[in-house]
């Protein structure tokens, strides 16, 4: 029998070891490799290959463009765009797939994904808003960032509820006004809120009626409605007739309309550097609508050429500076142009402050 060394025989026996098929001799104990390491592969632990790298990113643009595109949700020309709604309190979590906006499970990919992502989105996006006063919501949701206006949405509705928003209380569009300033292919729209709810003519019938009919349940047979402020559906009218006289409720939103869509290029440069604030005040059925522009008090003294000018003739450059007396407004529309000014001094270590707010009305005559 040939000798053999120790290390042979060790690596005779891990062969046998080694080899699955081969059987082990009852009574032979097999040494086996330990494992050294501390923590299990991440690969091991979760069955998947971990890599930190996004391969989308090492497309070329022209190819994330296109994936971009499917992503992208298919709005198509909808009549009344989806209604955006705040959450109030925790709600179930829904898996990617059964969402309506299937456009964030991408978003979550990576940060650099959302980064080339939500600009396309924003600028394709198509929501309604049930009314103005959640025009701040929607600018500190979408856009905290005073560079985010220039993805301003494809297109924004307001609902308008000829009963309610027909009041003689100012109304904030300021974020309408700057949307348009910061991207021009954005459009915006009133639409009535009947129509947007689902409501047919059918179903339609004016708050003085519903007052009318109350009354006359509860036995009050001497309250009159005058015919004059009925505005119900006509009868002969057809639903095309119907929807037409819904919109001729809120005709008076085509001025806010008019005012928003001015592109002076002064206008617009002042609205981009915050320079005003503007409100919208409706009157009561067909009074005129009055626009309250505010102006911050070092662009009020840039209005006036000349210290000795009035505040008039300031206000007056101003509306001619920014074009609005060239877009022939409906008579009866006012422009309140309104100079702020503080002066502040100090007496026996107070400090006195002097504010003073003086209001320029301009109305068209003709």
Same mark, same amino acid.
């Given at each position: 029998m040939a000798p053999t060394t120790r290390?042979?025989?060790?690596?005779?026996?891990?062969?046998?070891? *080694?080899?699955?098929d081969m059987p082990i001799a009852p009574g032979r104990r097999v040494k086996r490799a330990k494992n050294t390491s501390k923590t299990e592969p991440e690969s091991t632990k979760t069955g998947w290959l971990t890599d930190d790298r996004c391969r989308l990113l090492e497309l070329p643009p022209e190819l994330r463009n296109l994936i971009y595109g499917f992503a992208l949700e298919q709005f198509g020309s909808p009549k009344h765009a989806p209604r955006l709604r705040r959450c109030a309190g925790i709600i179930q979590v829904k898996p990617w797939a059964d969402r309506r906006w299937q456009a964030f499970g991408l978003t979550r990919t990576c940060k650099m994904l959302r980064v080339e992502f939500r600009p396309l989105?924003?600028?394709?996006?198509?929501?309604?808003?049930?009314?103005?006063?959640?025009?701040?919501?929607?600018?500190?949701?979408?856009?905290? *960032?005073?560079?985010?206006?220039?993805?301003?949405?494809?297109?924004?509705?307001?609902?308008?509820?000829?009963?309610?928003?027909?009041?003689?209380?100012?109304?904030?569009?300021?974020?309408?006004?700057?949307?348009?300033? !910061?991207a021009s292919s954005t459009r915006h729209e009133f639409v009535p809120v009947k129509l947007a709810d689902g409501e047919s003519y059918f179903d339609d019938v004016c708050w003085y009626c519903v007052e009318q009919m109350d009354a006359e349940e509860r036995?009050? *047979? *001497?309250?009159?409605? !005058?015919?004059e402020e009925c505005f119900c559906f006509l009868e002969g009218m057809d639903p095309d007739d119907w929807e037409g006289y819904q919109y001729e409720l809120i005709k008076s939103t085509k001025i806010v309309d008019k005012f928003i869509s001015n592109g002076n290029a002064k206008w617009l440069d002042d609205v981009r550097c915050e320079k005003v604030s503007i409100?919208?005040?409706?009157?009561?059925?067909?009074?005129p609508i009055k626009f309250r522009?505010?102006?911050?008090?070092?662009?009020?003294?840039s209005g006036t050429q000349n210290p000795d000018e009035d505040h008039t003739k300031g206000a007056w450059n101003l509306i001619q500076a920014w074009g609005f007396t060239e877009m022939h407004f409906p008579k009866g529309t006012t422009f309140v142009i309104a100079f702020e000014a503080e002066t502040k001094t100090m007496a026996s270590y107070h400090e006195l402050v002097n504010s003073e707010v003086r209001e320029i009305r301009i109305t068209v005559t003709k």
């Open positions: 290390s042979a025989t060790r690596r005779g026996i891990e062969a046998v070891a *080694d080899d699955d989105w924003l600028r394709n996006l198509q929501i309604s808003l049930d009314s103005l006063k959640h025009l701040d919501n929607l600018m500190k949701d979408f856009f905290p *960032d005073e560079g985010d206006l220039q993805h301003a949405p494809k297109l924004v509705q307001i609902l308008w509820d000829h009963c309610m928003d027909d009041t003689d209380v100012r109304k904030d569009i300021t974020p309408l006004v700057r949307m348009r300033a !910061s036995g009050h *047979d *001497d309250w009159e409605n !005058s015919h409100q919208c005040i409706f009157g009561k059925s067909a009074d522009i505010k102006c911050k008090e070092r662009f009020a003294q």
